[in-house]
């Protein structure tokens, strides 16, 4: 093994594991699911996933790969005898990585589209003809009413909301003065509410609109009103151009197989160092002025109660796949890392910071994203699957470097992305440098050429391939992988070589029986009653 390469030091192997761990995941699966999901009971489900599965399984494939200084398939043999049936998971974990990368590397293109976007100064304002055009639509018709009646009503005393109402049959009548104030209180939300839901908005929206026109600076409160809906449709039409797809996938992939070729020291450890502190920052400064900006927090509120209709026993199963997606585990890239750490680390304690880090994104990207579709009154479609691109804009464009601002932020989710991808990468290039004793750079070319004709179906139908196949990766084959991993450590692998990583300063000796006992009963259990629930739902 002494020809192995190895991380330059502790920090850059948590780095450069956090590096795998955190990317579109946090920044933009996340927010999106929960979202999706009605954030609340989904949220807190994840984070008990990450703290009973996501650690354990992270500590057992950091401590499988440094302790046998191998990928996967040969940590498994390493482990578990040459003849070992879990040696199929290392081959799983290699088919899986094909799979996710192949529409990941979709994904990580659109941070591309919108850098190039920025660059055209396509935020700062909406062209004049596509303006026109919105304002006709059925959509920026009801944008600009909704921020007409919002706006005038704030504007009106007690007695013109109380007619607003009476006029459009709303006030009941057996309302007692203390209701009847907290409904003025906070009319600017409740009323255009309660007339939007009884379909009294349009006839009072076009009476407000009207005034508004006559005012000076009704074009310039255009452009405003209509951004939002601008915001959507641009990401929309995007998603169309199958052509910029495929484009974008194909610089992502070039470049991907351009990094990994160059080998652990030259590549991915230049990349991390600056630009994932970088990304800290940001992402603390901008959930920070989302937080600010949304005074009722609203954003905040659906984070932690959400709305429990939109959660479903699907639900719990993606939580727990997020659980395995978001910290990169069960197929095999945390063995891999793992297989390149040097003596000074250790399992345990670095997986502790990995997992932290990670969770840390993901909260705070929910944090900076919700708020601003609250307070622009976005109304996110198919799912809110773009709503990392089509929300932060928005309050990107508003700080002093405008288009610079966007550019940066979505320079760094290209960068989160292509250190995921990375990692996905190397666990097909470990396998073929180990196994089939190619050389690094024909081995990053082949496997890079082979996903990326795999991802052209994902860029071609977004709807019906490309979420389909997510949900086989994220919510079946990487917890299946996990779930393995964890039988695999927990009841077959030799056992001194994982128990070694709890002997370290800080770490009460106790922990290991836990960590044993999650992985051999918990896990299997768990994943039985998920799963077992979800089968008896469907069906
Ligand atoms: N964890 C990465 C992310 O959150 C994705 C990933 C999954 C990377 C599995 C490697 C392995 O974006």
Redesign the pocket.
């Known amino acids: 093994m002494s020809k192995r390469e190895h991380w330059s030091g502790r920090i850059l192997f948590i780095l450069a594991a956090a590096g ?8 933009w ?1 996340f927010p999106y699911i929960s979202w999706a999901n009605g954030g609340g009971l989904f949220v807190l489900l994840y984070i008990f996933f990450i703290i009973l599965l996501g650690l354990p399984i992270m500590i057992s494939e950091i401590a499988m790969g440094k302790a046998t200084g191998t990928g996967p398939a040969g940590a498994f043999r390493a482990l578990g005898g040459q003849k070992t049936p879990f040696r199929f998971v290392g081959y799983l974990g290699v088919a899986t ?1 094909l799979l ?1 990368l192949s529409y ?1 590397s979709v994904v990580a293109g659109w941070s591309l589209e919108y850098t190039a976007k920025a660059i055209g100064g396509e935020f700062e304002s909406i062209p004049p003809a596509k303006l026109e055009q919105l304002a006709q639509s059925e959509a920026g018709i009801q944008a600009l009413q909704t921020k007409a009646l919002k706006q005038e009503i704030a504007f009106a005393t007690d007695s013109q909301k109380e007619e607003i109402l009476r006029d459009s049959g709303l006030l009941q009548a057996n309302l007692r003065d203390d209701e009847m104030q907290i409904l003025f209180r906070n009319s600017a939300e409740k009323i255009p509410a309660l007339l939007l839901e009884k379909g009294k908005a349009d006839e009072w929206g076009t009476i407000f609109l009207n005034k508004v026109q006559s005012s000076e600076d009704f074009v310039a409160w255009r452009q405003e009103a209509l951004k939002p809906l601008h915001s959507d449709t641009m990401f929309a039409d995007f998603l169309s151009d199958k052509t910029k797809l495929i484009t974008w996938h194909s610089v992502i992939m070039l470049i991907t197989i351009l990094i990994v070729a160059g080998g652990i020291k030259g590549g991915i450890e230049n990349a991390m160092k600056i630009f994932m502190p970088l990304l800290f920052i940001i992402i603390i400064f901008l959930t920070i002025n989302s937080l600010l900006l949304d005074k009722e927090q609203e954003g905040l509120r659906f984070l932690l109660w959400g709305d429990p209709s939109r959660f479903s026993a699907k639900s719990i199963v993606e939580a727990l796949g997020h659980a ?8 095999g ?1 945390m063995i891999t890392y793992g297989s390149y750490m040097g003596r000074g680390n250790h399992a345990v304690k670095d997986s502790i910071w990995i997992v932290s880090a ?1 969770t840390f994104v993901s909260i705070s990207a929910t944090l900076m994203i919700f708020p601003i579709i609250f307070v622009y009154g976005m109304q996110p479609t198919s799912g809110g699957a773009g709503i990392l691109f089509t929300a932060l804009p928005l309050e990107l464009v508003k700080f002093p470097g405008k288009s610079l601002f966007v550019f940066i932020f979505y320079i760094l989710v290209f960068i ?2 292509i250190t ?2 990375i ?2 990468i190397e ?1 097909v290039v470990t396998y073929l440098i180990d196994e089939k004793k190619m050389k690094r750079y024909h081995a990053a070319l082949s496997a890079g050429i082979f996903i990326y004709l795999l991802g052209i179906p994902s860029a071609l139908w977004i709807s019906g391939f490309f979420t389909r196949l997510d949900f086989l990766v994220s919510n079946i084959l ?1 917890p299946f992988g996990g779930l393995l991993i964890a039988i695999f450590a927990g009841w077959v692998a030799e056992q001194k070589a994982i128990e070694n990583e709890f002997h370290a300063k800080g770490i009460p000796a106790w922990t290991f029986a836990v960590y044993r006992f999650v992985l051999r009963i918990i896990t299997p259990v768990l994943f039985a009653a998920v799963f077992g629930h979800l089968l008896l739902s469907a069906g």
């Open positions: 795998s761990a955190i990317g579109l995941g946090n920044l699966k990585a996710l990941y395995f997606f978001s910290l990169s585990l069960g197929m890239v990670d989160a992305a995921s991808a990692s996905l666990v990487l």
